[in-house]
């Protein structure tokens, strides 16, 4: 624990010097193009089943939970996925769109309930149709399938039967999942990721209440929860998560990956964490911070427990893993990804662990501070997000430098028929710019994906927010696609074009 401490101390030290001349240099540098990464290296973008398929109700598809919560109301807009981007008979001309704009690779995740609409047994026909179609139509224009396994939609049946991720019976179905999707795309799909960032649909959906299944418990949550124990449930989400990915894991090397030469790798929410001044508590606030946060998950996949500080602010809450358990996690991860976004300040806030009821948030002991509100005008003064650099930095340092993929990495705005995204375009560009900083000083990077491609059911926000680079019209019947400023310009960085956007 000490090194850790004294590796973290030293990174902070090396961030500040390397923001310090990123700063100096930013206008000094040379617009960057596809060619100055190395050529092995994938670029790409992504969306998710329930975000952008639609065809909710149709050919066999059964209802997952985010299904449920949806028509509950669920989104700030109380909006559903039931039509999105109706990908599911679009799929051609987005494929299309995919080619024009030049990705080498496209994320997209499989949806359980369309392919087996009971959580477990048979196999739908319809469902396996349209991914083996999609899969088909990507790989006959050159384009990598990333395929995420888990991004947010358990089927209803099976929360209803036991509580779907709060039971150990979920680690056996979502095997059995994972065995269909081996064997029946695994000749043409090379990169699996079990789940997406488990991290944050754990607290979410059994700490705050906000996410399916929308459980919470008196006085953490933010919404009147019907049942949940948010001191507890999320540690034990993530403990059978973790047991899941090591068994869908453990099932492709076995049985696969000799033949189907892939990869197998988990998906996490990271944020760059800065401590919000230079005191020791901060400085030690923000290494517990990323303990709660990275280490959570990454730890038990790469050294087979949860870090310290975690098991010793959560106590007897946090369930422990067995010898065996801890040997089948370490080294089962072939990648990590991650979903960037943007840097969090952090500052100590012991007070929290006065409480005779705890939950996660109150476990790690810290309050976060969003400094990106105060930052210049876009426009005005460089935009400098060394946050990519950094988070990529820390994991070099904390992991032994695992081979990493960049799942999500976007900017929010509001979702209206203006295709002038000027600010997306500085934002992807300044962190592209960061990411092959990152990949200069020896950061193990394979691939990078923009979010999102179109503009997508967002699963917080409905219809009312947007990531793509593609305008979605939600308001007409053909739900028409139109490049914005930002699909030209990944388009022309993609294709070698050397332009920059005056940052």
């Known amino acids: 624990m000490w090194k850790r401490k004294l590796c973290w101390t030293l990174f902070v030290l090396l961030i500040v010097a390397m923001v310090g001349l990123g700063l100096a240099q930013t206008r000094a540098r040379e617009p960057i193009s596809r060619d100055d990464f190395p050529s092995h290296f994938v670029f790409g973008s992504g969306t998710s089943a329930y975000q952008v398929e639609g065809a909710a109700s149709e050919d066999g598809r059964s209802p997952s939970f985010w299904d449920t919560f949806a028509h509950s109301g669920g989104a700030m807009d109380k909006s559903t996925g039931d039509m999105a981007c109706d990908e599911y008979h679009k799929y051609k001309e987005d494929v299309k769109l995919m080619v024009d704009t030049g990705l080498e690779a496209y994320r997209f995740s499989i949806s359980w309930s369309r392919l087996i609409p009971n959580g477990r047994g ?45 039971s150990l019976k979920i680690v056996k179905d979502f095997t059995a999942f994972a065995n269909v999707c081996f ?87 990271a944020y760059y964490l800065v401590p919000s001044t230079n005191t020791t508590e901060d400085i030690r606030a923000t290494q517990r911070a990323n303990d709660f946060y990275i280490g959570w998950l990454l730890d038990p996949l790469v050294f087979g427990d949860y870090p310290e500080t975690v098991k010793k602010n959560a106590g007897s809450r946090i369930p422990s893993f067995t010898p065996r358990q801890s040997r089948q996690l370490k080294g089962s991860s072939d990648f990590f990804a991650l979903n960037y976004y943007f840097t969090m300040y952090v500052k100590d806030d012991p007070s929290s662990l006065n409480h005779d009821q705890r939950d996660y948030m109150r476990d790690i002991a810290i309050k976060l501070i969003n400094k990106a509100r105060g930052l210049p005008i876009p426009g005005e003064l460089p935009v400098i997000p060394f946050g990519m650099q950094g988070v990529l930095e820390y994991i070099k340092q904390a992991y032994d430098n695992p081979p990493i993929y960049i799942h999500e990495n976007g900017l929010e705005t509001k979702h209206n028929d203006s295709l002038n995204d000027m600010s997306r375009v500085k934002y992807l560009e300044g962190n592209i710019e960061s990411l092959l900083l990152a990949v200069r000083n020896g950061s193990n990077v394979k691939g990078y994906f923009t979010w999102s491609f179109l503009d997508v059911y967002e699963l917080f926000y409905g219809y009312q927010s947007s990531y793509g680079l593609y305008y979605v019209d939600f308001n007409s019947p053909d739900l028409e696609r139109y490049p914005k400023l930002s699909a030209h310009w990944y388009s022309n960085f993609l294709k070698g074009r050397r332009r920059r956007s005056n940052i």
């Not at 991004?151 to 709060?166: A, I, N, V």
């Not at 043409?188 to 209440?209: A, C, K, M, Q």
């Not at 949940?228 to 059978?240: A, D, L, R």
Request: with cysteine; hydrophobic share 30%; charged share 15%.
């Open 183 to 269: 064997r029946e795309f695994g000749d043409r799909v090379s990169h699996w990721t079990t789940l997406n960032e488990p991290n944050v649909g754990n607290i979410g959906g059994y700490d705050l209440g906000i996410f399916p299944p929308a459980h919470c418990s008196s006085p953490f949550g933010f919404k009147n929860c019907k049942s949940g124990n948010s001191s507890v449930e999320p540690y034990i989400v993530t403990h059978n998560i973790l047991l899941a990915h090591a068994s869908v894991a453990r099932l492709y090397k076995k049985k696969y990956q000799a033949k189907q030469q892939g990869f197998v790798g988990i998906n996490i929410f």
């Open 122 to 166: 048979p196999v739908n026909p319809k469902g396996l149709q349209y991914y083996n179609n999609l899969i088909n139509e990507l790989t006959s224009h050159g384009i990598q399938p990333h395929v995420t396994l888990f991004h947010y939609d358990l089927p209803q049946t099976l929360e209803d039967e036991y509580k779907g991720w709060l």
